[in-house]
C-alpha cells in the first residue's frame, strides 16, 4: 500500500500531528493525514479549489455509470470554470508516506492517519495537473455551478467526496438554460 499527502508547499520535511477541524472526527488528539493511491485524484487540485470526485463501484448501478461518466474512465473530478486558470498554473507536491504507523480512517474516502509525526520517504512535483490526471485514467470536468452535480452525486449509489465546497460559486448563482 502506498499513502500520499498532496501539497503546494515545496519544502515539507516532516509533518506534525495537527488536531482535526472536522467534527466527524475525534478532535482529543492530533494526527497526519494522508491519502491511499486509489484516492489521490481527489487531490491532485488546488488546496482551496473546490470539487466533486466520484468514482463507481462494485455497488455503482449501471444506470448511475450511464448518467455520471461520458467516457470508460470511472473516476471523475468536478471543478469550477473559474478554477481553471489557477488548477493550471499550480505546481504540486506529492510526498509518499512509510505506511507503517498509518491506520485507515475511512474505507471509502481512502483516509489514513498517524498519530505521531512523519517524514516523508518521496516527493514528486507535478507541473501540469492536468496531464496528471490524465495520465492516471481520470475524467475531468469544467462546470459553471458544482451544486447541482453535488446534489445529484449524494443522492446517487457512486462513492464521492464534496471538498471544500465553501469555496464553491453559491446555490443562488446557478443559471438556468
Not at 515545496?10 to 472536522?22: L, N
Not at 467534527?23 to 487531490?43: M, T
Not at 488546488?46 to 455497488?59: E, F, G, L, N, Q
Not at 496531464?131 to 462546470?143: C, D, Q, S, T
Request: hydrophobic share 35%; with cysteine.
Amino acid at each position: 500500500m502506498r499513502l500520499f499527502h498532496v501539497s503546494e508547499e515545496p519544502d515539507i520535511v516532516r509533518f506534525f500531528p495537527r488536531i482535526p477541524v472536522r467534527n466527524d472526527v475525534d478532535r482529543s488528539k492530533g494526527l497526519v493525514w494522508a491519502i491511499d493511491e486509489k484516492r489521490l485524484p481527489i487531490y491532485l487540485t488546488p488546496r482551496d479549489c473546490p470539487r466533486v470526485t466520484y468514482h463507481a463501484s462494485d455497488k455503482t448501478s449501471e444506470e448511475d455509470i450511464e448518467r455520471f461518466f461520458s467516457s470508460s474512465c470511472r473516476h471523475c473530478v468536478a471543478i469550477e470554470h473559474g478554477w481553471f486558470e489557477r488548477m493550471q498554473k499550480t505546481t504540486l507536491y506529492v510526498y509518499e508516506f512509510d505506511p507503517l504507523n498509518f491506520y485507515q480512517q475511512d474505507e471509502i474516502a481512502g483516509y489514513y492517519v498517524s498519530e505521531q509525526a512523519e517524514t516523508p520517504i518521496g516527493k514528486t512535483q507535478i507541473g501540469d495537473v492536468f496531464a496528471e490526471l490524465f495520465k492516471r485514467g481520470i475524467e475531468m470536468r469544467l462546470v459553471d455551478n458544482l451544486w447541482v452535480l453535488a446534489d445529484a452525486v449524494t443522492e446517487s449509489t457512486l462513492n464521492y467526496s464534496l471538498c471544500r465546497m465553501r469555496n464553491a460559486r453559491p446555490r443562488d448563482c446557478l443559471s438556468i438554460n
